[in-house]
């Protein structure tokens, strides 16, 4: 990934304005005690980028860049998935947070045909409509939306790190698991192996595996791997006593 210096470097006046943005305008506009404001947030933020990646990704980066970046997500993401024997081509499968649709269109080229994906905003929904006409796109906050339906495996990737307040973290998780079946996966992350040493920005909060553990006590990892700023997880329920 390029560091934070090396975007400066390219773009100090870019990376000038953004700063003023993030630190002290997006704060102002935002930021709640404890919380801020994610539906208006995201939706402000599709509407300034539309479906290029740097709406989802990294605004410090160009198109170019943040298109390397997730064609490198998207192989880990594959490699796991494959490893794990998780199947698209079978069930329904339910994605989380689909945003300009870079993990909706992976989700269909490995095999689904009965996928339901929730954003917390629908900026983008027409447009993703258009191209995944079968996919059925919902509004909700996962933090506090329930889920209707029960999914045979669930894709939550990206979308952690953009809850901050633990009450709330906690809730989707419960919420994502809820929605699932007995011996269902659910593919999360990123997530880190310790708490960051730094305060990162006020809409983005990294959070451990034990934190993921504590919150979801009958579940447990199957796999993870290095992916992007932590781990990608894999996890199932603990199997029950005499199974």
Known sequence: MVSRWEKIRQDPAGSARRGWDKLVVGPLRYARRGDYDAPQYWADRFKRHGRSLRGVGDEGLGADENEREYAEAAEIFRTLTADQGIDFHDG????????????????HKLGSTDLTAYDITDVLFPELREEFPKTDFRLGDITSTDIEGTFDRAVMVDVLQHIVNPDRFRTALRNVADALATDAPFVVGPVVDAPPRRKYLYYIHFWTMDEIAAALPEWQIAADVEFRTGRLLVMRRVPEAGN
């Open 92 to 107: 329904r499968t339910l994605e989380i947070g689909c945003g300009a649709g870079f993990y909706t269109r992976l989700i």
